[in-house]
C-alpha cells in the first residue's frame, strides 16, 4: 500500500526546512509562546524586518493559523496613539490527538492549536505487549472512541501524536524495542500510517514528558535540564539550549538501560545489569511478590509493608534506593544539568524520591564550591505523558503547515 508523503511523519527537523520556511516557523512560535503579540513585537523578538513580519502573518491569516486580536481587548493599558492590532493562534485550526500507550490503557487526549484540553479518555489493553499490527490497530481505537465519547469527528483530527516507552528513532519512526510490542525493529510510523485518516508522529514517552515541563511544566524558564520518568520503567529526556536531544542513532539518553552491576538481573529490554531491573515499578513489585510476603499491588502497598517492618519489602526498596542514587550521581557528574526533574505519575511519595535517596545522591555528586543541581519531584498524573505528546503534535502540524505554506 502506498503511503502519502505528508501522513508519515517522524520528528521535527528543523534544519531541513527551507530559510522562509524557518522564519515562518519561527514568527508562529513567537506568536504561541506570546499568546498575543503586534507584528512590530514579532519583528522585534524574531530579529527581522517589520516588512517580513507583516507578509508572513499575512500568509499565516490565510491559512487560518492565526486571527487577529479584538482591537479594545488587546489595547486595555496601552499607550495612546494609533491601535495596535494583535495576533493570536486561531484556537479551532487544528485539532490535536496526544496519546500515550501505558501499560495498562492507552491515554488519548484532544486538545486545539493552542494547546487547550477538550477531552481526555483511558482506553484498556487487555494484554500488555501486541504484536506491531495489533498495537497499531488499538491505537487507532483508541482515538476513534475518545473521538466518539467528546463529540468529535475523527476525520477533524490534524495529527496523531504518539508516546511509546523503549528505544524509539522520533526521526525516523522506527522502533528498535518497546515493552509494548512483541517484535523488535519495526517501521511503526509507516505501519501506523496505513491506518491513519491523518499524518502520524511518534516519540519516546519521556521526550515527550521532558516536551511537557519545557512548555507547562517546571522547565519553563529553563533550557537545559533532565527529566527522569519513573512508572513501568525508568526513562529520560533531555533537553539541550531548548531542544530535545536524541542522540546519533535516535535512541539516546535510555537512562533505564544504563549498567549498574555486570552479569545482574534480566532486564525486560534482554540485557542484564539495567538500573530498570532494580528499579523500575515492574522489578520492585516482581521482585517483592516472588520473595516477600506479598502479594503487593503496587509499590503504596509495597512501601508500607516496608514501613512496618517487612524486611524483604525494606531491602528491595533500599536496595533499589542505592542503585538509584548511585545512576542519578553519574547522570549529574556526565551532564551538570542546570536543573533535574524525577517526574512521576501520582503527586503523593515515591520510594526513589524520598530526601534519603537524594541525601545519597549530593554525597555522590563532585563536590565543587558552587551548589548542586536542583532535584525537584514533579508529580503530574497520567496525562502529562498524553499532554507532552499533543505539545509535540502541534509543534509538527505547525511544521506541515508551514511547509504547505511555502510550496504554493
Known amino acids: 500500500m502506498s503511503i502519502d508523503p505528508d501522513r508519515r511523519v517522524a520528528g521535527t527537523d528543523r534544519a531541513l526546512v527551507a530559510p522562509r520556511d524557518t522564519i515562518r516557523l519561527q514568527v508562529l512560535d513567537c506568536i504561541r509562546q506570546t499568546g498575543e503579540i503586534a507584528r512590530t513585537d514579532i519583528a522585534t523578538r524574531v530579529g527581522v524586518s517589520p516588512a517580513t513580519v507583516t507578509a508572513i502573518t499575512v500568509e499565516l491569516l490565510g491559512a487560518g493559523l492565526i486571527e487577529p486580536v479584538p482591537t479594545d481587548a488587546f489595547q486595555v493599558g496601552a499607550k495612546r496613539g494609533r491601535p495596535r492590532e494583535a495576533l493570536r493562534l486561531k484556537a479551532n485550526a487544528k485539532l490535536i490527538a496526544g496519546m500515550k500507550v501505558g501499560w495498562e490503557a492507552i491515554t488519548v487526549l484532544l486538545s486545539d ?33 475518545a473521538c466518539a465519547q467528546l463529540g468529535m469527528s475523527v476525520d477533524d483530527v490534524s495529527v496523531m501524536s ?57 522547565g519553563r524558564n529553563c533550557d537545559d535540564f533532565i527529566v527522569i520518568t519513573l512508572e513501568h520503567g525508568i526513562g529520560m529526556g533531555i533537553m539541550i539550549d531548548g531542544a530535545l536531544y536524541r542522540g546519533a542513532r ?30 523500575g515499578e515492574y522489578a520492585l513489585l516482581d521482585g517483592a511478590n516472588m520473595g516477600g510476603n506479598g502479594p503487593y499491588p503496587n509499590l503504596t502497598a509495597l512501601t508500607a509493608a516496608a514501613d512496618r517492618g517487612d524486611q524483604a519489602a525494606g531491602y528491595i526498596l533500599d536496595r533499589a534506593g542505592r542503585f538509584f542514587a548511585m545512576a542519578l550521581a553519574n547522570l549529574i557528574n556526565v551532564f551538570d544539568p542546570e536543573l533535574l526533574i524525577l517526574a512521576i505519575k501520582d503527586s503523593g511519595p515515591h520510594p526513589l524520591c524520598q530526601s534519603s535517596v537524594l541525601d545519597r545522591v549530593n554525597d555522590m555528586v563532585i563536590q565543587v564550591d558552587a551548589p ?35 510550496a504554493t
Open 372 to 406: 548542586p543541581p536542583r532535584i525537584i519531584v514533579h508529580g503530574w498524573g497520567d496525562l502529562i505523558w498524553a499532554k507532552g505528546a499533543a505539545a509535540a503534535g502541534i509543534e509538527k502540524v505547525s511544521e506541515l503547515a508551514v511547509r504547505q505554506l511555502g
Open 162 to 218: 504518539i508516546g511509546l516507552a523503549g528505544h524509539i528513532d522520533g526521526a525516523s519512526g522506527h522502533v528498535h524495542w518497546s515493552s509494548a510490542m512483541t517484535e523488535r525493529n519495526v517501521d511503526f510510523c509507516e505501519l501506523l500510517s496505513t491506518r491513519a485518516t491523518c499524518p502520524v508522529f511518534i516519540e519516546n514517552d519521556a521526550n515527550l514528558v521532558a516536551k511537557a515541563e519545557h512548555l507547562f511544566g517546571e
Open 113 to 145: 492549536f493552542c494547546g487547550n484540553v477538550l477531552g481526555s479518555i483511558h482506553y484498556p489493553i487487555a494484554r500488555k505487549r501486541l504484536s506491531a499490527p495489533d498495537l497499531a490497530d488499538l491505537i487507532i481505537a483508541a482515538k476513534t472512541e
Open 250 to 279: 535516535g535512541c539516546g539518553a535510555e537512562f533505564g538501560h544504563t549498567k549498574v552491576t555486570l552479569d545482574g538481573a534480566l532486564c525486560q529490554c534482554g540485557q542484564h545489569g539495567c538500573l530498570e531491573a532494580y528499579a
